[in-house]
């Protein structure tokens, strides 16, 4: 059974563009959350989506979008990048949503210069 | 998270002994309670869980225990090796409105010295 698997691993962007991840849940699971994760910080929730909805949203703002799609596959967009949001980005997929048994991706490393 | 709190932040100890971390938390409602290890340039990964119908749970070297009427739940470590120096989060459900999302601990950077 194949994991939790993002794309791409790294990226770097510069200040001002924009940028989307990708992230394909465990076979069968249809939530995904996602997290940003700085030195400083720590995992912070950014959302979670369920069957194509977006059940919850941590505090981070608009410029940070999601979106679902049939096959439970999730995407991240991020816009007018700033320096701030270089971070490691995770997501993590469960069979339900709301703070059940969760599974990471390997993350993607996002740099903005 | 601030409705999660773990300690210490960091810890070392001597190849052999046990290490401790304990995590506290603020939701009563909350009813899962996972332990993360995140070896260096790795995912999180899921080492132990505990539900709230349980008050401790153990699998070899590495044990959960829960205290819900405290509101505090401990990973500990026995028999520590060097492949177990790692971070550790502790995450817990915590409602948001509505809805419930696992908010993670501030994480404890386990070093085993050989």
């Known amino acids: 059974k194949a994991g939790v698997t993002q794309t791409p691993r790294y990226l770097i962007k510069t200040r001002g563009q924009q940028v989307t991840l990708s992230c394909s849940p465990i076979s069968g699971h249809r939530s995904v959350s996602w997290y940003q994760q700085t030195p400083g910080q720590g995992l912070q929730f950014l959302f979670e989506y369920f069957s194509e909805t977006q059940r919850n949203k941590g505090n981070f703002p608009g410029r940070f979008s999601g979106r679902q799609f049939s096959n439970s596959r999730s995407e991240m967009n991020v816009s007018t990048l700033e320096l701030g949001d270089s971070a490691l980005y995770l997501c993590?997929?469960?069979?339900?949503?709301?703070?059940?048994?969760?599974?990471f991706g390997q993350g993607t490393r996002l740099t903005v210069v | 998270g601030e409705n999660v709190e773990q300690h210490p932040s960091t810890l070392s100890v001597q190849e052999g002994d046990s290490a401790v971390i304990k995590c506290t938390y603020s939701d009563s409602a909350s009813n899962y309670f996972p332990w993360y290890k995140q070896e260096l340039g790795k995912r999180p990964q899921l080492i132990i869980d505990i539900r709230s119908n349980v008050g401790e749970k153990k699998d070899q070297r590495i044990a959960v225990t829960l205290n819900k009427t405290a509101k505090h739940f401990s990973l500990h470590i026995t028999e520590t090796q060097p492949e177990d120096s790692a971070v550790y989060f502790c995450a817990v459900p915590i409602s948001s409105g509505s809805a419930r999302q696992l908010t993670f601990g501030s994480g404890t950077q386990l070093t085993v010295l050989p």
């Open positions: 993590a997929s469960s069979l339900q949503w709301g703070g059940t048994e969760a599974f």
